[in-house]
C-alpha cells in the first residue's frame, strides 16, 4: 500500500539557516505529493504540492521537487524564520485517500 | 478561499461517555474524511465517505465509531463509548470530485480537541 516515510526529528535550526526536511514514499500509482504545515495551537495547512514527476512546488520561500526516480519529495528552505517553527508533515494522494507521514518538528531560534 | 468548519473546537468529556464531532465541508465537496492527531504523534488516517457510504476505513475505526452525513451539509463522527486513548485532535477534511488533479487538494478543517477524563 501507499506509505511516506520523513525525516524524523526535532530539527533546531538558528535563523537563516538553510533547511531540508526529508520525505521518500511508496505508490502503486502515480500520486500528488503534499507539504502540510501545523503552527502551535493551529490545525493542519496545506503548504504547497506537487501532482506529476518533476513537477516543484514553492510557497512561503519553501520549496520540493517530485522526484519519480528517487521517490522523494523533499522540502526546503533557503533561510528560515522564526516564524517558521512548527511540524511539518509530508503527505500523499492517490485519488481516494490522504496518507501522512510522521512529521518532522522544526524549531528556528533567534 | 472557502474552508472546512469544525465544531466544537474543543470538547471535554467523561470516559465511556459518547460525543458527536462535526463538519461542515466545502458546499461542492463530494469527498469526505476523518483524521486524527494524538498529541506529538502523526495524523491517522480513520475514514473516508462517498456517495453516501464509508468508501475506505482504518483499523482504528472500529464499532464504536460511526460517521454520518444526516443533511446537505453535515459530516459527523460519533464515538460510542470513549475510552481515554481516543484523547486527540480530530480533523475533518474533504475535497472535491476527483479526475482533475488540481483538484486532489484536501481541505482541512482547524480540528476539534477532544480530551477524554
Known amino acids: 500500500g501507499n506509505s511516506v516515510t520523513q525525516m524524523e526529528g526535532p530539527v533546531t535550526l538558528s535563523e537563516e539557516a538553510f533547511l531540508t526536511i526529508n520525505c521518500t514514499y511508496t505508490?502503486?500509482?502515480?500520486?500528488?505529493l503534499f507539504w502540510y504545515v501545523q503552527y502551535p495551537g493551529e490545525g493542519l495547512q496545506l503548504l504547497l504540492k506537487?501532482?506529476?514527476?518533476?513537477d516543484k512546488g514553492s510557497n512561503k520561500g519553501f520549496e520540493a521537487t517530485y522526484r519519480k526516480e528517487t521517490t522523494s519529495f523533499h522540502l526546503e528552505k533557503g533561510s528560515v524564520q522564526v516564524s517558521d517553527s512548527a511540524v511539518y508533515f509530508c503527505?500523499?494522494?492517490?485519488?481516494?485517500?490522504?496518507?501522512f507521514g510522521a512529521g518532522t518538528r522544526l524549531t528556528v531560534k533567534p | 478561499e472557502p474552508e472546512v468548519t469544525q465544531t466544537p473546537s474543543h470538547q471535554v468529556t467523561q470516559m465511556g461517555q459518547e460525543v458527536i464531532l462535526r463538519c461542515v465541508p466545502i458546499?461542492?465537496?463530494?469527498?469526505f474524511y476523518w483524521y486524527r492527531q494524538i498529541l506529538g504523534q502523526k495524523v491517522e488516517f480513520l475514514v473516508s465517505?462517498?456517495?453516501?457510504?464509508?468508501?475506505?476505513k482504518s483499523e482504528i475505526f472500529d464499532d464504536q465509531f460511526s460517521v454520518e452525513r444526516p443533511d446537505g451539509s453535515n459530516f459527523t463522527l460519533k464515538i460510542r463509548s470513549t475510552k481515554l486513548e481516543d484523547s486527540a485532535m480530530y480533523f475533518c477534511?474533504?475535497?472535491?470530485?476527483?479526475?482533475?488533479?488540481?483538484?486532489?487538494?484536501?481541505?482541512f478543517g482547524s480540528g476539534t480537541q477532544l480530551s477524554v477524563l
Open positions: 458546499s461542492n465537496h463530494l469527498y
Open positions: 503527505a500523499l494522494s492517490d485519488h481516494l485517500d490522504m496518507r
Open positions: 505508490a502503486t500509482g502515480y500520486p500528488s
Open positions: 465517505f462517498y456517495n453516501n457510504e464509508i468508501s475506505e
Open positions: 477534511a474533504s475535497r472535491p470530485r476527483t479526475g482533475k488533479t488540481e483538484n486532489e487538494k484536501l481541505f
Open positions: 506537487a501532482t506529476k514527476a518533476d
